[in-house]
């Protein structure tokens, strides 16, 4: 995440968002994923409240870290407001990967304080460095968001069901996008999640209607 | 004003959220069913953002430099590349081709 600040920053030019808008950013909602989507959607020209939803949902993922990190670290409640900023994919995973509680916390401060800082250097630097580029689609910047999303996305298609959901939501993605207003779709596109799930809920809940010959065992795991 | 808005809302939704996880007592979020939702939301979101951002401009849907630029970067993910390695890749081969087609 540290690097990638530059992207973001060179992003959120690209989109017309000025320094301060974009240093703003890195400061206040330090969570990548929501940041690029949010500058994408105004850039499409989507409603302020429409691209903020389309951030928004993109970081409830932060919630459930959130509950793995408070039983991990036990903070005082007076310290959790602070602590909450720096709830992000990065210092779960390192947090949740250290032996105990002392260790724990040493790695969340540590890898809190040194991605906020990195993360918002890099932006600034980013958010620069555009400015001096002048047109950021002749250097093709404008791929650069496509691109981060792509590597975000890659490692959670694991199984069948993310491909689907993932597959689904292209299509909802990319149909809706002639008839709705900008940012509209991407909510609806969210609607594959609960979709297919619905979906796989039906057939566990009919095994008769599964393919021939399948192994039972393998159901409801 | 409209990009202030947008960023006084994003930054209150996800500070919200944020805090949330770590003040409410495990259990309440701690299902299964709500689990597997929020672990397929982002897979929804990033997949629908990835396309547009890809095949959209302001007036629909268009096959343009940035199509040649994204499968650039999905080469490079296959390949393992890190992922400053894929974003440049992106970037590269989206401005080589715009630069081909003049």
Redesign the interface.
């Given at each position: 995440m540290g690097?990638?600040g530059v992207?973001f920053g060179v992003t959120a030019a690209g989109s017309?968002?000025d320094v301060v808008?974009t240093c703003?950013?890195s400061l206040?909602?330090?969570?990548g994923?929501?940041?690029?989507?949010?500058v994408?959607?105004?850039a499409?020209?989507g409603n302020?409240?429409t691209?903020?939803?389309?951030?928004?949902?993109?970081?409830?993922?932060?919630?459930?870290?959130?509950?793995r990190?408070?039983?991990v670290l036990a903070?005082p409640?007076r310290v959790?407001?602070f602590?909450?900023?720096w709830?992000i994919d990065e210092t779960t995973a390192v947090t949740l990967a250290q032996p105990g509680r002392r260790s724990a916390r040493i790695g969340f401060t540590v890898t809190g304080l040194t991605l906020y800082v990195l993360w918002n250097l890099t932006t600034l630097l980013g958010v620069l460095g555009a400015g001096a580029l002048g047109d950021t689609?002749?250097?093709?910047?404008?791929?650069?968001?496509?691109?981060?999303?792509?590597?975000?996305?890659?490692p959670?298609?694991r199984t069948a069901?993310?491909r689907a959901?993932?597959?689904?939501?292209?299509l909802?993605?990319?149909g809706l996008?002639?008839v709705l207003p900008a940012g509209v779709?991407?909510l609806l596109?969210?609607?594959?999640?609960?979709g297919?799930?619905w979906l796989e809920g039906r057939r566990r809940g009919a095994p008769d209607r599964g393919p021939v010959g399948a192994d039972p065992r393998g159901e409801d795991r | 004003m409209n990009v202030w808005i947008a960023i006084g809302a994003t930054t209150a939704g996800c500070y919200a959220v944020k805090l949330t996880g770590l003040l409410v007592p495990a259990g309440v979020l701690d299902r299964p069913l709500v689990k597997r939702l929020a672990a397929l939301l982002p897979v929804a979101l990033l997949a629908a953002l990835t396309a547009q951002q890809t095949f959209a401009d302001r007036h629909g849907l268009v096959l343009d430099a940035r199509a040649a630029g994204l499968a650039a970067a999905a080469v490079a993910l296959l390949l393992r590349a890190p992922f400053l390695v894929v974003v440049a890749a992106a970037v590269v081969v989206t401005a080589g081709v715009r630069a081909l087609a003049g």
């Open positions: 690097l990638s992207a017309g968002l808008q703003a950013l206040l909602v330090f969570t994923a929501s940041q690029f989507a949010l994408g959607a105004l499409a020209g302020p409240l691209a903020a939803a389309g951030a928004f949902f993109l970081g409830v993922r932060n919630a459930f870290y959130g509950l990190l408070s039983q903070l409640r959790r407001p602590a909450a900023q709830v689609d002749a250097w093709g910047l404008d791929a650069a968001g496509p691109a981060v999303f792509l590597a975000l996305l890659a959670m298609l069901t993310e959901v993932a597959g689904l939501a292209v909802l993605g990319l996008l002639p779709p991407v596109a969210a609607l594959a999640a609960p297919v799930l | -």
